[in-house]
């Protein structure tokens, strides 16, 4: 190879393979090369057979590959920021020698360029930021240290926000949680991969750790489509469609990993059985059922349409009633006359207790529709076939009445008719329709139905005609009885007006002197009254005046008496204040003289009279007036006493 700036002409023996442009570098751009021959390139390093290596700017600015030189290709510079790391498989040591099998971080901020051999393992990765309710399922390829805690290969932990987390190169990252927020409606399934079990957690924010999983729970493809159609069971009863009556619109499906929740209508109620535990329990509606683990709905296949066919309902409830149900039944009467009636049953179930016997007794009957219409249909055929068809039209609600509800002791149609296997009860029987079966027999009927309605509407005419003849006679007479009466009621007043005449006559000639006596009976009778008048009124003025002399006496004497008490009650308070004055005297005269004054004026006089006693030398003395006697008897007693005890006692 000749170099640059060299000018140079091929030899006779020599051939131009190539020409070769440089390669220019940057710092963003390295030339990966590799060694076809060993050799010693322009920068005096050996190069082996086969051994690849990178030429970047800190090498040369530009590079013209050797004769021994192979350009692999370009490399591009990898650039990390602070957000960002990446693993490094198969690194090079100082002396750019690959280490096999090993890995290597690198965080960022940092440039480089691969070198050969390396690869990125994932390729640039973010920094794990996770929240508070975000977590990392992390699994040891390795064992090393965790801080404190030595990972052994295989182990798996978890680690949760709120941090920033770079798995070392000995971790692999399984995946990332986020916590599942459940209101106290909802539920999860999850499922512990060591023990296997499986449970329901509802009503909390929850998240898997690194031994646990979303758990499916599979239900039976009808239940699916029960909970998925979207009908209300009570309101939508009588809707046989299979999309619930929503059209084609596509149905979400279900998450299987939630748990399943159904809502119970009012007087209705649902089975569940648990096959872990292997008991069954009865909700009551209205509630919310949330399906355990080991729980699955009691499928109802009821029977339906008209006649009744087996299967024809699909519910996961049963509604409790009242509710009616209709069903054809083909009798044959005692004449061999075979007729199509459509009942209607009233019926509703018996429940005193919403416990569990007696939630599982409803549904000890799997098909109580289709049963309690074979057991009714029963009893209209063996009754209907022992009348013939005459009675049997006449008496048609009777017979089939009598035949459900039965008769009590007085022959009167039971109220209803008790099922106990389920407690089922049938209230009412509405006869909707009875039709013949065979075409001559529905002929002989409509054309016997036909003469009915003549002969009643022949009937219902003469009878109106005959009605109205009655109501014509009646009139007749009713008017010439008026006619008699208003003739005697001419005649009456015509009496009565003779009478006013002649009365009228009588007064004219009576009516001057009988006003005369009249207008002076009626002057002495003012004159008296006028007299009684006065005189009530004199002993109203004298009552009057009786009463106020009275009144003022009373009030003379009542301030009198008043006046009195006050005096007295002053008085009172006078010599009760004087007597308290004198006695606060007393009391200062003898707080200022001071107790022991007072008793040394108290005892001056006695002391001063012993004291002039004992001057004289006496021992007692009496003194008297001369008008007061004294008892002396007692006294030589005395002193002979005082005296004897003196002496000496003999021993």
């Not at 509604?319 to 007729?339: C, K, N």
């Not at 529709?369 to 076939?385: L, N």
């Not at 005609?465 to 008699?484: D, N, S, W």
């Not at 004159?527 to 006065?534: L, N």
Request: some cysteine.
């Amino acid at each position: 190879m000749v170099g640059l700036q060299t000018r140079s002409l091929p030899g006779a023996f020599e051939e131009v393979v190539d020409v070769v442009d440089a390669v220019v570098l940057t710092d963003k751009r390295a030339l990966h090369l590799r060694s076809t021959k060993t050799f010693t390139d322009v920068y005096n390093k050996v190069r082996k057979n086969g051994e690849e290596w990178l030429v970047t700017m800190q090498d040369t600015d530009a590079h013209i590959p050797d004769v021994y030189e192979e350009v692999v290709g370009i490399n591009k510079i990898i650039t990390l920021n602070n957000r960002h790391y990446c693993i490094i498989c198969d690194p090079v040591d100082n002396n750019f020698q690959p280490q096999l099998g090993k890995r290597k971080m690198i965080k960022g901020d940092i440039s480089f360029f691969l070198q050969p051999g390396e690869s990125l393992l994932s390729g640039i990765q973010d920094v794990y930021v996770l929240k508070e309710d975000e977590g990392l399922i992390l699994l040891a390829d390795d064992q090393f240290r965790d801080g404190d805690v030595v990972r052994q290969p295989g182990e798996r932990w978890m680690v949760r926000g709120t941090l920033e987390y770079i798995p070392p190169v000995e971790v692999e990252v399984v995946c990332q949680r986020v916590a599942i927020p459940l209101d106290e409606n909802e539920g999860i399934y999850v499922r512990d991969k060591k023990t296997g079990r499986v449970r329901a957690v509802c009503g909390q924010t929850y998240m898997l750790n690194q031994d646990e999983e979303l758990w499916e729970k599979i239900l039976p493809k009808a239940v699916e489509e029960l909970l998925s159609s979207g009908k209300d069971p009570s309101a939508d009863r009588s809707d046989r469609r299979k999309d619930g009556g929503g059209g084609s619109e596509s149905v979400k499906p279900r998450d299987k990993t939630k748990v399943v929740a159904y809502r119970v209508p009012h007087n209705a109620a649902v089975q569940i059985y648990d096959y872990k535990d292997k008991k069954a329990r009865v909700v009551f509606g209205p509630e919310l059922v949330m399906l355990g683990p080991d729980d699955q709905f009691t499928q109802l296949s009821l029977s339906g349409g008209k006649p009744k066919r087996q299967n024809i309902i699909k519910s996961l409830c049963m509604l409790l009633g009242p509710d009616f149900m209709t069903d054809i039944v083909t009798v044959e009467t005692a004449d061999h006359a075979r007729l199509s009636l459509q009942l209607s049953y009233n019926w509703h179930f018996e429940i005193k207790d919403k416990n569990e016997a007696e939630g599982s007794k409803i549904f000890s009957v799997p098909d109580f529709v289709g049963d309690a219409c074979k057991a009714i249909a029963s009893r209209v055929r063996g009754s209907v076939a022992s009348v013939q068809f005459d009675e049997f039209h006449k008496n048609s609600a009777r017979i089939i009445r009598s035949s459900v509800f039965g008769l009590d002791d007085k022959q009167k149609v039971r109220n209803m008719f008790i099922f106990p296997q389920n407690n089922l009860v049938m209230t009412s029987i509405d006869i909707q329709s009875v039709e013949p079966v065979d075409q001559r027999t529905r002929d002989s009927l409509m054309k016997s139905v036909q003469m009915a309605i003549e002969i009643t509407t022949n009937s219902q005419e003469a009878a109106a005609r005959h009605e109205a003849e009655r109501l014509e006679q009646q009139a007749k007479g009713k008017l010439e009885r008026q006619k008699i009466l208003d003739e005697a009621e001419a005649e009456k007043e015509k009496r009565n007006l003779l009478e006013l005449q002649a009365l009228s006559a009588a007064v004219e000639s009576t009516g001057q002197a009988k006003a005369e006596a009249q207008s002076r009976a009626e002057a002495a009778r003012i004159e008296g009254e006028a007299a009684v008048e006065q005189a009530r009124l004199k002993a109203e003025a004298n009552t009057i005046e009786s009463a106020n002399e009275l009144e003022r006496l009373t009030n003379a004497r009542f301030a009198e008496t008043k006046y009195t008490e006050d005096q007295n009650q002053l008085e009172v308070t006078r010599t009760k204040e004087l007597a308290a004055i004198e006695v606060s005297k007393f009391q200062d005269m003898v707080q200022a003289i001071g107790p022991d004054t007072i008793r040394a004026m108290a005892i001056a006089g006695p002391e001063m009279q012993v004291k002039m006693l004992q001057g004289l030398g006496l021992h007692s003395t009496l003194i008297t007036d001369g008008k007061t006697p004294i008892n002396l008897f007692q006294t030589a007693a005395g002193l002979l006493g005082g005296v004897a005890s003196g002496l000496p006692q003999p021993e």
